[in-house]
């Protein structure tokens, strides 16, 4: 870097502001995101620096503190949660910890031969798996954060002088759509294929149902684009099952990812924990279900709070020693470890003495047939009610020609002719124009709470 610039907030997106306390390295402090290219690649350059050793990020939603309390000294980079839990928090994360989900992340792509590597039954090189990434994703945020380190991780790895990044990075400012897709990943390919790289790529699933949807030329256009990436990371939310076997039989290779930035990002790939990570329950119910928790060498050090106090209450040590994160996601897991997530523990709606995940009234919203070319999206969320404790209530969006006037009654009809039991079938379903969104793509549900109770 080449010194301190303008604080946060300025209208220099290029600008980085550097600030520095005993420890030496300063704290990387970007301006504002704005999705131009020059805001990507301040982004990037600062999160170069993390990945070198020289400068450590601060992405969290208040200043840095003066001096960083004991035991988070080699944090290496600070990014928000996107939960709400009405106390502004931010993850701390070392090096060593956005390292080791490099490294895992690419032992795993080598030995997929789907994804061009070497075959699942010899061991991978150090060096495989390791490729050319297309960021798409906000760097504010650990999986936008993710794909532009892993390409810093592959010019270590590989010996390479630049992050295998497109030039020039992209701008992301416009509407994501299969035309702005297509201008942004053949130059990403072609400069994959010259570097005789894998290219892979990171989505939400907004993203990828736009694109494996589309009716449109255009809309074909970018499937046949997608599906030469050697794999596609889709995480931040549920991906819908009919979705992800749309992808397959376009041949697109996507890759289902679960976590959050408290294990420095997707530590769960296709439901199989990557390898030196360990899912456990926790006070599993009679039906098998419980909170997730996770041991792993990902693992972030904890929260720091705006005062600069840290908060290390979900993290915990076991008898030998490792350290486990317990999730706020109720989680189930096969015989073979298979993980099922089924929704946060603080989202579950308690109506009537009875328990509701809003996921599983999601999910058949989503399948009803009855429901095809009508919603669009849905969140399903639980209001406060003086006879029910809470009632369930549904808003969706609609596609483009539908009635809202008719909406509320088909929703509920569909649902009726499920097998949803009566309780899950939602009293009141509201019709929005779209859904309340976290920065990275989530559904925000406490914003769809509160539109729900006022509405």
């Given amino acids: 870097m080449s010194g301190p610039s303008e604080p946060r907030g300025t209208s220099d997106p290029c600008s980085t502001t550097e600030l520095r306390d005993d420890s030496g390295l300063p704290w990387l402090v970007p301006a504002a995101y704005d999705a131009s290219a020059a ?103 650990i999986a936008g954060v993710q794909v532009l380190a892993r390409a810093h991780r592959t010019a270590q790895v590989l010996g390479r002088e630049d992050p295998a990044l497109p030039d020039p990075l992209p701008d992301l400012r416009g509407h994501f759509d299969a035309a702005a897709f297509v201008a942004l990943a053949e130059p990403a390919l072609e400069q994959a294929e010259q570097a005789g790289l894998p290219a ?103 929260y ?21 994160f317990t999730t706020s996601d109720l989680a189930e897991l096969d015989t073979d470890g298979a993980l099922t997530v089924l929704g946060r523990a603080d989202d579950v709606i308690n109506t009537g003495g009875r328990k509701v995940l809003p996921q599983d009234v999601e999910r058949a919203i989503d399948r009803s047939l009855m429901l095809r070319g009508l919603v669009r999206s849905s969140v399903v969320v639980g209001v406060d009610d003086p006879d029910w404790g809470q009632r369930v209530e549904a808003l969706v969006t609609l596609e483009d020609g539908a009635e809202p006037a008719e909406a509320t009654a088909l929703v509920r009809s569909a649902l009726r ?39």
Avoid at 46 to 61: F, N
Avoid at 100 to 115: E, K, M, N, R
Avoid at 422 to 441: E, F, N, Q, W
């Fill in 39 to 141: 805001s990507l690649t301040a982004h990037a350059r600062a999160i170069g620096e993390v990945m070198a050793g020289t400068g450590r990020l601060w992405l969290g939603p208040f200043d840095p503190p003066s001096a960083l309390p004991t035991g988070f000294e080699d944090t290496a980079l600070v990014v928000p949660t996107s939960g709400s839990t009405g106390t502004a928090k931010a993850v701390a994360l070392n090096r060593e910890a956005l390292l080791a989900l490099q490294d895992a992340t690419a032992h795993l792509l080598a030995g997929d031969p789907a994804t061009g590597g070497i075959g699942a039954n010899a061991a991978p090189a150090a060096t495989e798996g390791h490729g050319f990434w297309l960021p798409l994703l906000p760097p504010t945020h």
């Fill in 417 to 455: 002719t499920s097998d949803v039991p009566a309780h899950m079938i939602p009293k009141r379903v509201h019709v929005l124009d779209r859904l309340p969104l976290l920065g990275i793509g989530k559904v925000d549900r406490a914003a769809a709470r509160h539109l729900a109770a006022t509405r």
């Fill in 200 to 302: 892979y790529t990171s989505l939400v699933p907004t993203q990828l149902t736009r694109i494996v949807t589309g009716a449109t030329g255009a809309d074909a256009r970018a499937r046949s684009v997608l599906k030469r990436f050697a794999a596609v990371l889709v995480g931040g939310a549920a991906t819908s099952e009919e979705i992800l076997a749309k992808a397959a039989a376009q041949r697109i290779r996507v890759r289902t990812t679960y976590g959050s930035s408290e294990t420095a990002g997707g530590c769960v790939y296709d439901r199989i924990a990557l390898p030196g990570v360990e899912l456990g329950l926790e006070r599993p119910d009679a039906g098998g279900a419980g909170r997730l928790v996770i041991a792993s060498p990902t693992l972030a050090l904890g």
């Fill in 304 to 324: 720091l709070t705006a005062d600069g106090s840290p908060d290390t209450t979900s993290f915990a040590h076991t008898a030998d020693g490792r350290r486990t």
